[in-house]
């Protein structure tokens, strides 16, 4: 053990959730509170999954005649970190006077330790950033988060998605005023 220095010198300062939140927290100031980027805590899958689907009758048929089924343990994975903790977290954003529309544009986890931390990217982004698309992208570091948001941020893909959704909500403003525009002249009437 001698033979290895250690450094205590925190690099990595900010888990990234933090780092990411920083960074898209522009999108609210760029675009005049048109759009806004949110980091959220996040519960589903993060990556591709099977979904069965049963039938009633089959659901039924479970119930009276349970299957079992022969499962392979591979002993690595009782190896290595042992936690439960998950910290997952979604990035999407929101556009004013749509309430109901979200635009999830990644997800990202990790375990009890920050990094590496683990992307999945939408697949439109992935590709515009020159990421080659796959389930998740792993990431070593704060500095590698970093310039994963930033070139995200300055992404066409983006750019041109933020100039969409800013001039849905100037519609969706236009109509709300027209419409209250509308009501008042009726009253008056």
């Known amino acids: 053990m ?10 990595d300062k900010y888990p990234p959730e933090h780092v990411i939140k920083e ?3 522009k999108i609210k100031e760029q675009t005049n ?20 689907v049963k039938s009633s009758l089959n659901a039924i048929a479970d119930v009276f005649l349970p ?17 439960k ?13 749509l309430p109901y529309y979200k635009y999830r544009m990644m ?12 992307f999945v ?14 389930e998740e992208e792993d990431f070593d570091s704060m500095k590698q988060v970093e310039d994963m948001i930033h070139k995200v941020l300055d992404s066409i893909y983006l750019y041109r998605l933020l100039q969409s959704l800013i ?3 100037i519609r969706a403003e236009n109509k709300s005023a027209a419409e209250t525009s509308d009501t008042n002249k009726t009253d008056n009437n």
């Open 67 to 83: 299957q079992s089924e022969e499962v392979t343990v591979d002993i690595q994975e009782e190896l290595g970190e042992l936690t």
């Open 2 to 11: 001698d033979a290895f220095k250690f450094s205590f010198d925190l690099v």
């Open 33 to 52: 509170g048109y759009v806004e980027a949110h980091v959220e805590p996040y519960t589903g899958h993060v990556s591709s999954y099977t979904k069965t």
């Open 121 to 134: 990217l939408n697949s439109q982004i992935a590709e515009s950033c020159g990421y080659p698309y796959s």
């Open 167 to 169: 001039n849905e909500a």
């Open 85 to 97: 903790e998950k910290n997952k977290y979604e990035v999407y954003l929101s556009v004013k006077g």
């Open 107 to 118: 997800i990202f986890y990790y375990g009890a330790i920050s990094y590496p931390v683990s």
């Open 23 to 25: 960074a898209v927290s």
